[in-house]
């Protein structure tokens, strides 16, 4: 029973810690998306004036590196308790921000998700195709590159006792009682591409098989 009891505080310690923010991104924060930020532009200047730090996220839509610092367009998602963006169909508003430093483009590329702390900084008008845009502006304080594999299904490595999914030490069906543990996987890896040449040379003998073949009704014609 005690190996039991640590395997339930070692589950919900790690549950815990998975539902934290990073460091960085912890604190106090406005209640306001991007799209609440746009609309105030039709209010007074006195009340689009009034700083608000908020903490924002969701996926890159596009980014571009200036002299002295990157700015991002992104896509404003709901946020998950450790402040993660949940990729639904939910959206909170386009928003822009910049932080005053160099970051690679091919490690900030478009899909990935950052999540940014910040000072609200007014809204900007631009166009998304044809159509005039408001984006909300925030002057970022910190920006964190959320890693790809995060969002991997967790898969089960044995079977049995859950603390937080099943209240009980064993199933009324049996007396025994099993630890779990749920980890979490990485998508496999795609196929490597065929050798150059080998694709073509499979299509010119398929077509060659298919034009050589003829039924024996139409050669007894």
Request: aromatic residues 10%; negative net charge.
């Amino acid at each position: 029973m005690d190996e039991v009891w640590h395997y339930a505080l070692l589950i919900a310690l790690l549950t815990t810690l998975s539902a934290c923010a990073p460091p960085a991104l912890r604190g106090d924060f406005e209640d306001l998306t991007p799209r609440q930020v746009a609309g105030a532009s039709t209010q007074t200047t006195a009340q689009r004036a009034m700083p608000a730090e908020v903490r924002w996220g969701g996926p890159i839509l596009s980014m571009t590196n200036e002299a002295q610092r990157t700015c991002f367009e992104v896509l404003g998602k709901p946020l998950a308790d450790n402040a993660r963006p949940i990729l639904d169909d939910r959206d909170n508003g386009r928003f822009l921000t910049c932080v005053d430093r160099y970051l690679d483009p091919q490690t900030y590329q478009p899909g990935r998700e950052i999540t940014v702390t910040g000072t609200v900084a007014g809204a900007e008008m631009r166009r998304v195709g044809g159509y005039r845009y408001e984006y909300a502006k925030l002057d970022a304080d910190q920006i964190h590159l959320w890693p790809l594999d995060a969002h991997a299904p967790a898969t089960a490595v044995t079977t049995g006792f859950d603390p937080l999914l099943y209240p009980y030490f064993y199933y009324p069906a049996g007396d025994y009682y099993y630890p779990v543990i749920y980890v979490n996987r990485p998508h496999p890896p795609l196929p490597p591409p065929l050798p150059p040449g080998l694709q073509e040379a499979i299509s010119a003998h398929e077509a060659v098989t298919h034009v050589g073949f003829v039924e024996p009704a139409a050669r007894q014609r």
